[in-house]
């Protein structure tokens, strides 16, 4: 089961001036959004569906147009977010560049959760699963 942060189980995009931050190069908006799900009841699913012998992973983008030293800041930024509110949560961590083709990563059924629906398209035609961010957490008790 993969997610994209950005947009999917993480607002950047509610944080206040996030795109002041992007364009600034600055990386607060990476640091300090919010979940837009229930962050005790995603835990508490994802650890759930460890158990059951899912791998829980993350694919995410990078900021568009961004320099190469950016690029590292956010890199870093995520995988600082993700270390201090989920631990060794996911198995796996994917911050590829901005656009990259995210189902490259899909095997047979894999789930991908997704706020983008091209990146949902692309990986249901590698014979995926993908959802929009609607209702993830009632979606992922299902599993």
């Given at each position: 089961i993969y997610f994209d942060m950005d947009g999917t189980f993480y607002?950047?995009?509610g944080f206040d001036g996030w795109l002041e931050c992007i364009l600034s190069e600055k990386t607060d908006c990476y640091k300090y959004?919010?979940?837009?799900?229930?962050?005790?009841?995603?835990?508490?699913?994802?650890?759930?569906?460890?158990?059951?012998?899912?791998?829980?992973?993350?694919i995410t983008w990078l900021s568009k147009n961004a320099t190469k030293n950016y690029q590292n800041k956010v890199r870093c930024a995520k995988y600082q977010y993700i270390k201090k509110n989920f631990g060794n949560l996911f198995d796996e961590i994917h911050i590829i560049q901005y656009g990259k083709n995210k189902s490259e990563y899909c095997k047979?059924?894999?789930?991908?959760?997704d706020d983008e629906k091209p990146n949902r398209e692309k990986w249901m035609e590698k014979n995926g699963i993908a959802y929009d961010v609607n209702n993830i957490i009632d979606i992922l008790m299902t599993l």
């Open positions: 607002d950047l995009y959004s919010n979940m837009l799900v229930n962050y005790d009841s995603f835990v508490t699913v994802l650890s759930e569906l460890k158990e059951k012998g899912y791998t829980i992973g993350i047979n059924g894999d789930i991908l959760f």
